[in-house]
Protein backbone atom coordinates (compact mmCIF):
# COMPACT_ATOMS: atom_id res chain seq x y z
CA UNK A 1 0.00 0.00 0.00
CA UNK A 2 1.17 3.38 -1.18
CA UNK A 3 1.51 5.53 2.30
CA UNK A 4 2.00 8.63 0.61
CA UNK A 5 -1.00 8.40 -1.71
CA UNK A 6 -3.57 10.68 -0.41
CA UNK A 7 -7.25 9.46 -0.58
CA UNK A 8 -10.05 10.61 -2.50
CA UNK A 9 -13.64 10.06 -1.47
CA UNK A 10 -15.42 13.24 -2.91
CA UNK A 11 -15.43 15.46 -5.44
CA UNK A 12 -17.44 18.35 -6.46
CA UNK A 13 -17.19 19.47 -10.40
CA UNK A 14 -18.19 22.59 -12.72
CA UNK A 15 -20.55 21.04 -15.32
CA UNK A 16 -20.28 23.30 -18.80
CA UNK A 17 -21.73 20.81 -21.10
CA UNK A 18 -24.78 19.40 -19.42
CA UNK A 19 -26.34 22.75 -19.62
CA UNK A 20 -25.71 23.21 -23.39
CA UNK A 21 -26.74 19.68 -24.09
CA UNK A 22 -30.03 20.21 -22.54
CA UNK A 23 -30.14 23.91 -24.08
CA UNK A 24 -30.47 25.12 -20.36
CA UNK A 25 -30.61 28.93 -20.02
CA UNK A 26 -32.23 31.20 -17.35
CA UNK A 27 -32.65 35.19 -17.53
CA UNK A 28 -30.19 36.54 -14.60
CA UNK A 29 -32.29 40.04 -14.65
CA UNK A 30 -35.98 41.45 -15.72
CA UNK A 31 -34.54 42.10 -18.62
CA UNK A 32 -35.18 39.43 -21.75
CA UNK A 33 -31.15 38.08 -21.35
CA UNK A 34 -30.71 34.37 -21.18
CA UNK A 35 -27.50 33.08 -19.39
CA UNK A 36 -26.13 29.69 -19.78
CA UNK A 37 -26.11 28.31 -16.57
CA UNK A 38 -22.77 26.20 -14.90
CA UNK A 39 -23.94 22.85 -13.00
CA UNK A 40 -22.30 22.38 -10.13
CA UNK A 41 -21.94 18.18 -9.38
CA UNK A 42 -20.83 16.81 -6.45
CA UNK A 43 -20.19 13.07 -5.69
CA UNK A 44 -20.07 12.23 -1.88
CA UNK A 45 -18.75 9.08 -2.93
CA UNK A 46 -16.74 8.98 -5.72
CA UNK A 47 -18.15 5.87 -6.50
CA UNK A 48 -19.03 2.78 -4.10
CA UNK A 49 -16.30 0.32 -6.23
CA UNK A 50 -13.95 2.80 -5.18
CA UNK A 51 -14.93 3.31 -1.70
CA UNK A 52 -14.82 -0.47 -1.04
CA UNK A 53 -11.73 -0.59 -3.03
CA UNK A 54 -9.78 1.91 -0.54
CA UNK A 55 -11.57 0.22 2.68
CA UNK A 56 -10.48 -2.85 1.02
CA UNK A 57 -6.66 -1.85 0.51
CA UNK A 58 -6.87 -0.35 4.12
CA UNK A 59 -7.92 -3.13 5.93
CA UNK A 60 -6.23 -5.60 4.01
CA UNK A 61 -9.19 -8.02 3.98
CA UNK A 62 -10.02 -8.04 7.49
CA UNK A 63 -12.34 -6.22 8.67
CA UNK A 64 -12.92 -3.75 11.51
CA UNK A 65 -15.10 -5.14 14.04
CA UNK A 66 -18.28 -3.15 13.81
CA UNK A 67 -18.23 -4.20 9.69
CA UNK A 68 -17.44 -7.57 9.96
CA UNK A 69 -18.64 -10.91 10.81
CA UNK A 70 -17.97 -10.04 14.81
CA UNK A 71 -18.54 -13.66 16.70
CA UNK A 72 -18.79 -16.96 15.99
CA UNK A 73 -19.22 -19.53 18.95
CA UNK A 74 -17.97 -22.70 18.57
CA UNK A 75 -19.05 -25.60 20.69
CA UNK A 76 -16.12 -28.36 21.75
CA UNK A 77 -19.06 -30.99 21.01
CA UNK A 78 -22.65 -31.58 20.97
CA UNK A 79 -22.97 -31.60 25.50
CA UNK A 80 -22.25 -27.86 24.87
CA UNK A 81 -23.88 -26.90 22.09
CA UNK A 82 -27.24 -25.45 24.40
CA UNK A 83 -24.59 -23.53 26.35
CA UNK A 84 -22.92 -22.16 23.16
CA UNK A 85 -26.20 -21.10 21.75
CA UNK A 86 -28.65 -20.55 25.02
CA UNK A 87 -26.55 -18.77 26.56
CA UNK A 88 -23.51 -17.01 24.84
CA UNK A 89 -25.05 -16.64 21.30
CA UNK A 90 -28.13 -15.36 22.84
CA UNK A 91 -26.98 -12.74 25.08
CA UNK A 92 -24.31 -11.30 22.58
CA UNK A 93 -27.39 -11.04 19.44
CA UNK A 94 -29.55 -9.77 22.76
CA UNK A 95 -26.73 -7.21 23.30
CA UNK A 96 -26.99 -5.88 19.35
CA UNK A 97 -24.19 -7.56 18.08
CA UNK A 98 -23.70 -10.48 15.24
CA UNK A 99 -22.85 -13.59 16.37
CA UNK A 100 -22.96 -17.00 14.27
CA UNK A 101 -22.73 -20.52 15.98
CA UNK A 102 -21.08 -23.76 14.58
CA UNK A 103 -23.23 -26.45 14.74
CA UNK A 104 -20.83 -29.05 12.46
CA UNK A 105 -19.26 -32.21 13.99
CA UNK A 106 -15.82 -31.29 13.16
CA UNK A 107 -13.40 -31.31 15.97
CA UNK A 108 -12.77 -27.92 17.52
CA UNK A 109 -9.52 -27.19 16.42
CA UNK A 110 -11.39 -27.65 12.72
CA UNK A 111 -14.27 -25.40 14.16
CA UNK A 112 -11.71 -22.63 15.39
CA UNK A 113 -9.41 -23.07 11.68
CA UNK A 114 -12.14 -22.17 9.86
CA UNK A 115 -13.42 -19.65 11.71
CA UNK A 116 -9.87 -18.34 11.08
CA UNK A 117 -9.89 -18.60 7.86
CA UNK A 118 -13.46 -16.76 7.92
CA UNK A 119 -11.94 -13.69 9.60
CA UNK A 120 -14.35 -13.83 12.15
CA UNK A 121 -13.20 -10.99 14.59
CA UNK A 122 -14.48 -13.05 17.98
CA UNK A 123 -13.82 -16.90 18.06
CA UNK A 124 -16.11 -17.91 21.51
CA UNK A 125 -15.59 -21.05 22.44
CA UNK A 126 -17.82 -23.23 24.79
CA UNK A 127 -16.54 -26.31 26.93
CA UNK A 128 -17.05 -28.04 30.33
CA UNK A 129 -15.33 -25.23 32.14
CA UNK A 130 -16.98 -22.62 30.42
CA UNK A 131 -20.06 -23.85 31.01
CA UNK A 132 -19.33 -24.60 34.31
CA UNK A 133 -18.21 -21.51 35.22
CA UNK A 134 -20.23 -18.95 33.13
CA UNK A 135 -17.48 -18.20 31.60
CA UNK A 136 -16.50 -18.10 27.56
CA UNK A 137 -12.89 -18.68 26.07
CA UNK A 138 -12.39 -15.99 23.59
CA UNK A 139 -9.87 -16.18 20.81
CA UNK A 140 -9.60 -12.77 19.40
CA UNK A 141 -8.50 -12.27 15.76
CA UNK A 142 -4.66 -11.82 15.17
CA UNK A 143 -3.76 -12.75 18.68
CA UNK A 144 -2.33 -15.86 19.89
CA UNK A 145 -3.71 -16.18 23.60
CA UNK A 146 -6.68 -16.54 24.41
CA UNK A 147 -8.48 -14.61 27.02
CA UNK A 148 -11.48 -16.19 29.48
CA UNK A 149 -14.33 -14.04 30.18
CA UNK A 150 -17.45 -13.59 31.54
CA UNK A 151 -19.96 -12.90 28.88
CA UNK A 152 -21.26 -9.61 30.24
CA UNK A 153 -17.18 -8.73 30.13
CA UNK A 154 -16.80 -9.81 26.36
CA UNK A 155 -20.16 -7.56 25.72
CA UNK A 156 -18.35 -4.63 27.90
CA UNK A 157 -15.31 -5.39 25.46
CA UNK A 158 -17.30 -5.30 22.25
CA UNK A 159 -18.68 -1.92 23.48
CA UNK A 160 -15.38 -0.27 23.69
CA UNK A 161 -14.11 -1.78 20.35
CA UNK A 162 -16.68 -0.18 19.02
CA UNK A 163 -16.56 3.23 20.56
CA UNK A 164 -12.73 2.99 20.66
CA UNK A 165 -12.96 2.36 16.37
CA UNK A 166 -11.60 5.86 14.55
Known sequence: MNLMRNLQFATIQLDFQLPLHFNLTYSAEIETTWERPIMIRASIFRSFKSMFDIL???????WPFWLSCQAIVCPVSNEYKAYGEQTVKH???AAGYYADMDYSYRTIEEKVLKAQLAQYN???VAGEEEATTGKVSVQVRDKKEPLVLTIQDLIEHFKEEVDNFH
Request: proline share 0%; charged share 25%.
Open 91 to 93: QVV
Open 122 to 124: YIL
Open 56 to 62: FEHCKGK
